[in-house]
Structures are given as C-alpha cells and as structure tokens.
C-alpha cells in the first residue's frame, strides 16, 4: 500500500452463509487505495461470488462493468486474476475512475481497488505490481 491504511471488516452476502470481508484502505495524492479479501465456504461458487462483487463494486460508483476483464494482469500463484475498470459518480455526484483487479486462489477472493479523479501516478502502478500471495500459517 502506497500508505498507512485503516482497517475494517463487515459481513456480506457474496455467499451463503454470509462472508466477513476485510478491508484496508488509504487516501493519497488524491487517490483512494484499497485492498479487501474474503474466504469463502467449500461449497461456494468462487465464480458466483466474484461476479457479484464485480457488480457491487461497479454499482457503488453508479457504473457498469463487462463480464470479461478490461485489462491483462497476471499475478503468480493466483488461479485466475483480471482488471476491470470504469467511470462513476461518488455519492456526492462527483466524477469518479475506478480500477479494480479481482484474484483468486482456491477459496480465498482478493479485490484490489483504485479510485480518484485525475490521472493515475506512478504509486498506482507500483500498488499493482506489488501484490504476492502470503502463506497462511
């Protein structure tokens, strides 16, 4: 993260039984930075479950997005990775660009997200080449 983020987790219904999503993000240089992760039961569809988050997220700015990625991205270890982006509205009716790159591995569902109103900076780029798969101990 390009900065000190701040932490937050709430449960959503990206599943069933309903799913905690953490999330970190950070405001820089006229960026807003996150990144938020999920785990999904066995018996979910990992598919299912980012489709809709593609869809809330692309709905939380007033914006639509395609099924398929609108940008290659590649990220070691992930069993699928793409990046989808749009143009929206925050609630206060201001233009918005949004990037958004959604990963996969097994069960565990990774959204990585930009969003500001100007061209992207050096510091966006480097937030996503910088992602790497942790082990879990």
């Known amino acids: 993260?390009?900065?000190?983020?701040?932490?937050s987790s709430r449960d959503v219904p990206l599943?069933?039984?309903?799913?905690?999503l953490e999330v970190r993000?950070?405001?820089?240089?006229?960026?807003?930075?996150?990144?938020s992760w999920i785990v999904l039961p066995p018996d979910a569809s990992a598919d299912e479950a980012l489709a809709s988050w593609r869809q809330a997220a692309a709905a939380s700015?007033?914006?639509?997005?395609?099924?398929?990625?609108t940008r290659s991205w590649s990220v070691k270890a992930s069993d699928a990775a793409g990046r989808w982006t749009a143009t929206g509205q925050r609630?206060?009716?201001e233009r918005?660009?949004?990037?958004?790159?959604?990963?996969?591995?097994?069960?565990?569902?990774?959204?990585?997200?930009v969003y500001g109103t100007k061209p992207v900076s050096p510091a966006a780029n480097q937030f996503w080449d910088g992602?790497?798969?942790?082990?879990?101990?």
Do not use: H
Not at 1 to 7: A, G, I, N, Q, Y
Not at 15 to 20: F, H, L, Y
Not at 27 to 35: E, I, K, L, R, S
């Open 131 to 137: 992602f790497t798969w942790q082990k879990s101990n």
């Open 96 to 113: 918005v660009d949004a990037e958004w790159g959604y990963l996969r591995q097994g069960q565990i569902l990774v959204q990585m997200a």
């Open 61 to 69: 700015i007033r914006a639509t997005v395609p099924d398929t990625p």
């Open 25 to 35: 993000a950070c405001d820089t240089d006229g960026f807003t930075f996150a990144v």
């Open 15 to 20: 599943a069933q039984p309903a799913v905690k």
């Open 91 to 93: 609630q206060s009716g």
């Open 1 to 7: 993260m390009p900065c000190k983020p701040e932490r």
